[in-house]
Structure formats: structure tokens, C-alpha cells
């Protein structure tokens, strides 16, 4: 049972980001398309979309789980920060042309 609000935070903030990443892995092209504005098609493409979203889904379901054994809360709440600062610089900083919705999401991170 969850005690103290933290959790709540962490269950609901981890489960909606993993339904993000569950959405890469399983309809890459909309999300290519709604999330960085692009069309492409090529396989390439397409394993990378999948691959962010996996890793997105785990690092977010580790975060659900994290709510409910608090030892473990340390090094998965590391690895998700330093995953939404890479996220956050790519968007900011890197080379890629920013859409609304990459900037929601670094502004959500």
C-alpha cells in the first residue's frame, strides 16, 4: 500500500510516459509523425522510434515500480533523470528542427 504521496506522483506520472513509449514501440509512425513532424518510412527509422519508445516504457515502469519498494527508489529515479536530461538537451540543443510537441514533452521532462 502507498503512504505517502510521492508515490501517487511517481505511479501516475511513470504510467503515463510508459503509455508514450508503448505508443512508439507499437505505432512508430504516428508518433514519428505527431511527436517530431517527420514521415519518414525507412527501416532505420522505424527501429529507432520503436527502440526509444522500449526504452522509454522500461525506465517509466520502473518508475511505477519504484513507488512501491522506496529502496529501490534511488537508482531508478537516477537513471530516469538523467534519461529526461538527455531528452530535454536533445530537444533544446540539438540539431533537430523543434515542434510543438518536442517541446511539450522536454517541458513535461
Known amino acids: 500500500m502507498l503512504t505517502s504521496p510521492i508515490g501517487w506522483i511517481l505511479i ?7 503509455a ?10 504516428p508518433v514519428l509523425q505527431l511527436v ?3 514521415k519518414s518510412t525507412d527501416g532505420i527509422t522505424m ?3 520503436r527502440h526509444w519508445g522500449a526504452l522509454l516504457f ?4 520502473l518508475t511505477v515500480y519504484s513507488a512501491y ?8 529515479l537516477t537513471a530516469a533523470v538523467i534519461e529526461k536530461f538527455a531528452i530535454v ?7 533537430a528542427k523543434r515542434t510543438v510537441a518536442m517541446t511539450a514533452v522536454a517541458v513535461m521532462d
Do not use: E, M, Y
Open 89 to 95: 538537451v536533445l530537444i533544446f540543443f540539438g540539431p
Open 69 to 76: 519498494f522506496p529502496a529501490t527508489r534511488a537508482p531508478i
Open 47 to 49: 527501429f529507432f522510434i
Open 36 to 38: 517530431f513532424g517527420a
Open 58 to 61: 522500461v525506465v517509466c515502469a
Open 20 to 29: 508514450g513509449g508503448l505508443a512508439a514501440c507499437l505505432f512508430p509512425q
Open 12 to 18: 501516475v506520472s511513470g504510467a503515463a510516459t510508459a
